[in-house]
């Protein structure tokens, strides 16, 4: 499927995020989260964050926390700890067990926006190949992950968790390593934190973001649905074997 062809469109009138006048980024208010009104929101700059209760909220927020996957490099004490590590990475192998644990997670700290109705939407979205999820392993333990949105080039950023320490720094470089042998310009973080920084985030205006994001989205995605659905050992990414082996099934679609 040729993601230059898909056209992002939904029932809902957004407005423009160009024009917002507020810097924390709220844009709109209501709307749903059917896949048609997600895909529409991320292609335009837009992603959904409210608590439960609330309606919908939709943000844009200036500035914007981004990564480059071909700068990104990890810690001196990251990568020691990759080299050593006898943890596995699986590609959505088990999403929502990972979008819980982020719900779960950020209930233990200061409150979650990953309610049952995001979990069921992106739970959805994921079924229709457009949420993505990596898992970090101790033999058949869940110790940590993230999941996003992926369209075209560009992938969305929407949470992680760690149940060990640093599993969650350990699937942020799986996502770094597909997204640069995809080809990615960069992936979306939403809003700085320091967590982020210190992973190598940058920031960048909002009128940037959105100038570069129609390049991104439109342009033919990579299949990722062929990689890693067994498990593959930390060290054995980090070296870089397993994935450059494998790079004829980052093909176009």
């Given amino acids: ?32 989260l059917s896949p048609q009104t997600l895909r529409y ?27 480059y996957p071909h700068t990104y490099q990890p810690s001196k004490s990251l990568s020691r700890k990759l080299k050593k590590s006898d943890w596995q990475i699986t590609i959505n192998s088990d999403f929502l067990s990972v979008i819980q644990g982020c719900g779960d997670a950020r209930v233990c700290t200061d409150g979650t926006w990953i309610t049952e109705e995001m979990i069921t939407a992106y739970h959805q979205l994921h079924h229709l190949g457009d949420a993505v999820s990596v898992e970090v392993w101790d033999d058949d333990n869940l110790i940590g ?89 930390v060290k054995a990414l980090f070296l870089a074997e397993p994935i450059v082996n494998q790079h004829h099934h980052l093909r176009l679609i």
């Fill in 1 to 32: 499927m040729n993601h230059q062809h898909i056209n992002h469109s939904c029932q809902y009138d957004f407005p423009n995020p160009l024009h917002c006048d507020d810097n924390h980024g709220l844009v709109a208010i209501g709307a749903d």
């Fill in 145 to 233: 992950g993230l999941y996003g949105i992926k369209l075209g080039q560009a992938f969305f950023g929407e949470s992680m968790f760690h149940r060990v320490t640093d599993a969650s720094k350990v699937a942020f470089f799986a996502l770094m390593t597909l997204c640069r042998l995809s080809n990615f310009a960069w992936v979306d973080c939403q809003l700085p934190n320091e967590h982020l920084l210190i992973l190598g985030a940058s920031v960048i205006s909002r009128d940037a973001f959105l100038t570069s994001l129609p390049k991104q989205v439109y342009q033919p995605s990579c299949d990722w649905s062929t990689l890693y659905q067994h498990k593959i050992a």
């Fill in 41 to 67: 929101a991320y292609a335009h700059g837009l992603f959904p964050w409210f608590n439960d209760g609330d309606p919908i909220m939709w943000w844009s927020p200036n500035p914007r926390c981004v990564i």
